[in-house]
Nanobody, 121 residues
Framework: QVQLVESGGGLVQPGGSLRLSCANS????????RGWFRQDPGKEREFVAA????????YYADAVKGRFTISRDNAKNTVYLQMNSLKPEDTAVYYC??????????????WGQGTQVTVSS
C-alpha cells in the first residue's frame, strides 16, 4: 500500500520557522516529482512548492518564494519543506504529494493526510 506521511507541523509565532517532512512507504518510486500544497477551511487547495525527481528543478508559489525551500533526499525517501519568516496567512493544513512535476494538484497521484501549521502570536 502506498503511503505518504507528513510531520513537523505545529504552532509558531510570526517570523518563526518550521520544517515539514514527508516520508513515503510502499511503491512510490524515487522518480516521482513531489509537491507541497496547503488548504484553509473553505478555500481551495493551493500550490506551495514542487521538486523534480532528482532535485534539479523546483517551483514555488509567489506567496512563498524567498521564504520556503523544498528539498528531497531520495536515499531516505523523504521530501522537506523548510519554512522561514512565517506569516499568519501561511496558516493551513499542508499536504505532500507525489506525481508529475506540476503546480496543479490534479497532476499528483498520491497524497498524504496533511499536517496543520498555525502561525499566531
Amino acid at each position: 500500500q502506498v503511503q505518504l506521511v507528513e510531520s513537523g507541523g505545529g504552532l509558531v509565532q510570526p517570523g518563526g520557522s518550521l520544517r515539514l517532512s514527508c516520508a513515503n512507504s510502499g511503491r512510490i518510486f524515487s522518480r516521482y516529482a513531489r509537491g507541497w500544497f496547503r488548504q484553509d477551511p473553505g478555500k481551495e487547495r493551493e500550490f506551495v512548492a514542487a521538486i523534480s525527481w532528482n532535485g534539479g528543478t523546483t517551483y514555488y508559489a509567489d506567496a512563498v518564494k524567498g521564504r520556503f525551500t523544498i528539498s528531497r533526499d531520495n536515499a531516505k525517501n523523504t521530501v522537506y519543506l523548510q519554512m522561514n519568516s512565517l506569516k499568519p496567512e501561511d496558516t493551513a493544513v499542508y499536504y505532500c504529494a507525489a506525481g508529475g512535476l506540476s503546480r496543479s494538484y490534479g497532476d499528483y497521484d498520491y497524497w498524504g493526510q496533511g499536517t496543520q501549521v498555525t502561525v499566531s502570536s
